[in-house]
């Protein structure tokens, strides 16, 4: 919880005075400064956000004065005595954030963390001044080949480094000079210290490593040059203008720059000039992707900003499976194991382009789909919601190549209705980039490190969505306990960072040694590196109820085909095929098993396969769908597809020199619709020997087969 202290802004009210009555009231006390003579509640909604956006923390206030008594040590060294009572006390009411506070403390007095320790937790010896690394050296000069050193000549006790943007050299200048016994002016040459103005590279140089290689840089997509940032200790430090650069080297050194040119006309390097072409240099680290959340294994070109929580060193898998268990309307044991795997995807570092993505599918509103969604964005920095119009793909695109979006991981797409079946959506799971316009800018692109969450009632799928999703499916609870909510709170908003830590826990374990089968080709590594993992992970066993990685592939491939548009459309005209020919006598079967006896005197044997031309096809096409006349190329191209696909089965298309074009039905495919209408083995033996196929005398069959 934060506190404001809102403190009149009079001359009586000192950087001191704030300082330590905010110290009182805690930690997490923003310190901020009202309108001279005026209280908050006579300031508008606009001025108290502003006096609101001006607070500081009352720990970075206390140090920004301390700071300022650079030059009255004895002063300095009260008020830090007077500040570790405050340290204690912190320390101890919130041991979590004892390091951010050290951390703080330690770069800004040049401590070490075991200086640290010791003077809070005793305070007997009092703190002395350490002093500063010595300076480099800089680069040789042109003229003279002279050495300059970077800065003023090193202080002892120098409590932070030095940032300058001038050296000193000696160089052989001429000097008239009056002789004491003859009193004429005579002119000598005298070697002396002059100033000589930094190039911009040596100043950069020089913020780099008095400053430890802080400032890193991030190649934005689509920006001209890439955006300077810091990693902190408690979250990302963004530098995009010299200002800022100035303020953050600041709070870090002691800035000493010199304006105009030195003696020889060179013009001292500006903070503008520093920070703009800062992130060319090759010693300074750039990376793709900035992300506060972690990796396992880590990604290449990613920089992660992600602090463990303290209060859970040794992660055990318990929350992650506390969230599962909340979750008891996913009653099959393969639901849950997809569901504990969606909750690690996002932080797992494979390949890109080969994260899996999940369907939260029930036969009814109000299961908790979108909860359960949320479960899995939530803790990974939350959930890009976005539908698939031809507006909202093009919005998408634009965040996910903003800087706001790159830190995102996990897109959902809630209440989906219709069909699914975008290129969009397909290239969001499975392309290893991301490309596309980013606003202002252009051209973009990202790494694909996204998960993809959908949900949906009654969801009906293209062929190639349908093989790229896993299905979690809910059933309608029994009861709403008024509980429950808050017990979701706690897990997945107080716990989050706990949740995060389970995920690596699981990552980190060895590989199962495991094999598996199925129609998981684009996602095998997924399947090896994450599912596979969570299904045998210890902690999880229990709430998974033993159900193995075979199970779950299996269950979740028959899924697949219920789902899958293509496959339904393909087993209605099957259906519908092989009620036609029925129709046309081309066989006969009877009812319940008792079959009757063909009543042709001249048959052929049931090997024969019976022709239809793609006319005939495209009349049965329309029939079996209710549609109107339709193009014969185009039912002969759908049908094709299909068989192509193997949906359709022992339908065979001729060959494109036929003379005939259209397709062969082979015998097989009347066996395999008899097993469907629950014929027996022995019975479709009984149809082999019984049923023939209907012809003229005069008919020849030959490679076109039998058409009537």
């Given at each position: 919880?934060?506190?404001?202290?809102?403190?009149?802004?009079t001359?009586?009210?000192?950087?001191a005075?704030r300082?330590?009555?905010?110290?009182?009231?805690?930690?997490?006390?923003?310190?901020c400064v009202?309108?001279e003579g005026?209280?908050p509640?006579d300031l508008?909604?606009?001025?108290?956000?502003a006096?609101?956006?001006?607070?500081?923390?009352?720990?970075?206030?206390?140090?920004?004065?301390?700071?300022?008594?650079e030059?009255?040590?004895?002063?300095?060294?009260?008020e830090?005595?007077?500040?570790?009572?405050?340290?204690q006390?912190?320390?101890?009411?919130a041991?979590?954030l004892?390091?951010?506070?050290?951390?703080?403390?330690?770069?800004a007095l040049a401590?070490?963390?075991?200086e640290?320790n010791a003077?809070?937790k005793?305070?007997a010896?009092?703190?002395s001044?350490?002093?500063?690394?010595?300076?480099?050296?800089g680069?040789?000069?042109?003229d003279?080949g002279?050495?300059?050193?970077m800065?003023?000549?090193?202080?002892?006790g120098a409590?932070?480094?030095?940032?300058c943007n001038y050296?000193?050299?000696?160089?052989?200048v001429?000097?008239?000079?009056?002789n004491?016994?003859?009193?004429?002016?005579?002119?000598?040459t005298?070697?002396?210290?002059?100033l000589?103005a930094?190039t911009?590279?040596?100043?950069q140089?020089?913020?780099?490593?008095k400053l430890?290689?802080?400032?890193?840089a991030?190649?934005?997509?689509?920006?001209?040059?890439?955006?300077?940032?810091?990693?902190?200790?408690t979250g990302?430090?963004?530098i995009?203008?010299?200002?800022i650069?100035?303020?953050?080297?600041?709070m870090?050194?002691?800035?000493?720059?010199k304006?105009?040119a030195?003696?020889?006309?060179?013009n001292?390097?500006?903070w503008e000039?520093?920070h703009n072409?800062?992130a060319?240099?090759d010693?300074?680290?750039?990376y793709?992707?900035?992300?506060m959340?972690?990796h396992?294994?880590?990604m290449?070109?990613t920089?992660?900003?992600w602090r463990?929580?303290?209060?859970y060193?040794?992660?055990?898998?318990?929350y992650?499976?506390?969230v599962?268990?909340?979750f008891d309307?996913?009653?099959e044991?393969?639901?849950?194991?997809?569901?504990?795997?969606?909750?690690?995807?996002?932080?797992?570092?494979?390949?890109?382009?080969?994260?899996?993505?999940?369907?939260?599918?029930?036969d009814?509103?109000?299961?908790g789909?979108?909860k359960?969604a949320?479960?899995?964005?939530?803790?990974?920095?939350?959930?890009i919601?976005?539908?698939?119009?031809?507006?909202?793909e093009k919005?998408?695109?634009?965040?996910?190549?903003h800087?706001k979006?790159?830190?995102k991981r996990?897109?959902?797409?809630d209440?989906?209705?219709?069909?699914?079946?975008?290129p969009?959506?397909?290239s969001?799971?499975?392309?290893?980039?991301?490309?596309?316009?980013?606003?202002h800018s252009?051209?973009?692109?990202r790494?694909?490190?996204?998960v993809?969450?959908?949900?949906?009632?009654?969801?009906r799928?293209s062929s190639?969505?349908?093989r790229r999703?896993?299905?979690?499916?809910?059933?309608?609870?029994?009861?709403?306990?008024i509980?429950?909510?808050?017990?979701y709170?706690?897990?997945?908003?107080?716990?989050?960072p706990?949740?995060?830590?389970?995920?690596?826990a699981?990552?980190k374990t060895?590989?199962?040694?495991?094999?598996?089968?199925?129609?998981q080709?684009?996602?095998?590594?997924?399947v090896?590196?994450?599912?596979a993992?969570?299904?045998c992970?210890?902690?999880?066993?229990?709430?998974?109820?033993?159900?193995?990685?075979?199970?779950?592939l299996?269950?979740n491939?028959?899924?697949?085909v219920?789902?899958?548009?293509?496959?339904?459309q393909?087993a209605?005209?099957?259906?519908?095929?092989?009620?036609?020919?029925v129709?046309?006598?081309?066989?006969?079967y009877?009812?319940?098993?008792?079959?009757m006896?063909?009543p042709?005197?001249?048959?052929?044997t049931?090997?024969?396969?019976?022709f239809?031309?793609?006319?005939?096809?495209?009349?049965?096409?329309?029939e079996?769908?209710?549609k109107d006349?339709?193009?014969?190329?185009w039912?002969?191209?759908?049908?094709?597809?299909?068989?192509?696909?193997r949906?359709?089965?022992?339908?065979e298309?001729?060959?494109?020199?036929?003379?005939?074009r259209?397709?062969?039905?082979?015998?097989?495919?009347?066996?395999?619709?008899?097993a469907?209408?629950?014929?027996?083995?022995?019975e479709?033996?009984?149809?082999?020997?019984?049923?023939?196929?209907?012809?003229?005398?005069?008919?020849?069959?030959?490679?076109?087969?039998?058409?009537?």
């Amino acid at each position: 919880m934060k506190f404001y202290l809102a403190l009149d802004g009079t001359k009586d009210v000192t950087q001191a005075v704030r300082c330590k009555r905010g110290a009182a009231v805690g930690a997490d006390c923003l310190v901020c400064v009202l309108p001279e003579g005026k209280d908050p509640d006579d300031l508008s909604g606009d001025e108290l956000a502003a006096v609101k956006a001006d607070a500081r923390p009352v720990l970075t206030e206390w140090l920004a004065w301390l700071e300022s008594l650079e030059s009255e040590p004895d002063q300095r060294k009260r008020e830090l005595e007077e500040l570790r009572p405050y340290l204690q006390r912190w320390t101890a009411a919130a041991p979590a954030l004892a390091g951010d506070y050290r951390n703080q403390v330690c770069a800004a007095l040049a401590l070490t963390a075991e200086e640290y320790n010791a003077w809070v937790k005793s305070g007997a010896k009092a703190l002395s001044p350490n002093p500063s690394p010595k300076m480099g050296e800089g680069n040789r000069n042109g003229d003279g080949g002279d050495v300059a050193v970077m800065g003023e000549q090193p202080r002892e006790g120098a409590e932070r480094p030095e940032i300058c943007n001038y050296g000193w050299v000696k160089r052989k200048v001429k000097e008239t000079i009056v002789n004491a016994d003859t009193g004429d002016e005579e002119e000598q040459t005298v070697e002396k210290n002059v100033l000589r103005a930094l190039t911009v590279d040596e100043v950069q140089r020089c913020v780099h490593e008095k400053l430890n290689g802080e400032i890193c840089a991030l190649d934005m997509p689509g920006a001209k040059t890439p955006v300077l940032f810091s990693p902190t200790a408690t979250g990302l430090k963004w530098i995009p203008t010299p200002g800022i650069l100035k303020n953050f080297c600041g709070m870090r050194a002691i800035l000493k720059f010199k304006t105009r040119a030195d003696s020889t006309g060179q013009n001292y390097a500006t903070w503008e000039d520093v920070h703009n072409a800062y992130a060319l240099n090759d010693y300074v680290r750039r990376y793709r992707i900035v992300t506060m959340f972690p990796h396992e294994p880590p990604m290449k070109d990613t920089c992660y900003v992600w602090r463990p929580p303290a209060d859970y060193p040794n992660p055990d898998g318990r929350y992650l499976a506390e969230v599962v268990k909340l979750f008891d309307n996913i009653v099959e044991p393969h639901f849950k194991a997809l569901f504990a795997a969606a909750i690690v995807s996002p932080y797992w570092g494979g390949p890109c382009g080969e994260r899996a993505a999940f369907a939260f599918i029930g036969d009814e509103p109000g299961v908790g789909k979108g909860k359960a969604a949320e479960a899995v964005g939530k803790p990974a920095g939350g959930l890009i919601e976005t539908q698939m119009d031809e507006h909202a793909e093009k919005r998408l695109l634009e965040f996910l190549l903003h800087e706001k979006g790159l830190v995102k991981r996990v897109v959902r797409l809630d209440n989906m209705k219709d069909v699914i079946d975008s290129p969009l959506l397909e290239s969001l799971i499975t392309l290893p980039e991301i490309t596309g316009h980013r606003l202002h800018s252009g051209l973009a692109d990202r790494p694909n490190n996204l998960v993809v969450l959908i949900t949906a009632n009654g969801i009906r799928l293209s062929s190639d969505m349908a093989r790229r999703i896993f299905f979690i499916k809910l059933q309608k609870p029994e009861s709403y306990p008024i509980a429950w909510n808050d017990r979701y709170r706690q897990l997945i908003d107080e716990n989050g960072p706990k949740i995060v830590a389970d995920a690596l826990a699981i990552l980190k374990t060895p590989r199962p040694n495991v094999s598996f089968d199925g129609g998981q080709e684009s996602f095998g590594k997924w399947v090896a590196d994450v599912l596979a993992r969570v299904v045998c992970y210890p902690a999880l066993q229990a709430v998974l109820q033993g159900v193995t990685l075979q199970e779950v592939l299996r269950a979740n491939d028959a899924l697949r085909v219920d789902v899958d548009e293509a496959r339904e459309q393909a087993a209605k005209f099957a259906l519908g095929l092989f009620e036609q020919l029925v129709k046309e006598n081309v066989v006969v079967y009877g009812n319940g098993g008792e079959f009757m006896q063909t009543p042709y005197e001249t048959a052929t044997t049931v090997t024969q396969p019976v022709f239809r031309s793609s006319e005939q096809m495209a009349k049965y096409w329309c029939e079996i769908f209710v549609k109107d006349k339709i193009n014969p190329a185009w039912a002969g191209r759908k049908i094709n597809e299909h068989i192509q696909a193997r949906r359709i089965q022992f339908i065979e298309r001729t060959k494109e020199k036929s003379v005939t074009r259209g397709f062969h039905v082979l015998p097989q495919f009347w066996e395999e619709h008899l097993a469907e209408q629950g014929f027996t083995q022995e019975e479709r033996g009984r149809w082999r020997r019984e049923i023939r196929l209907k012809t003229d005398s005069t008919d020849s069959i030959g490679q076109q087969g039998v058409e009537t």
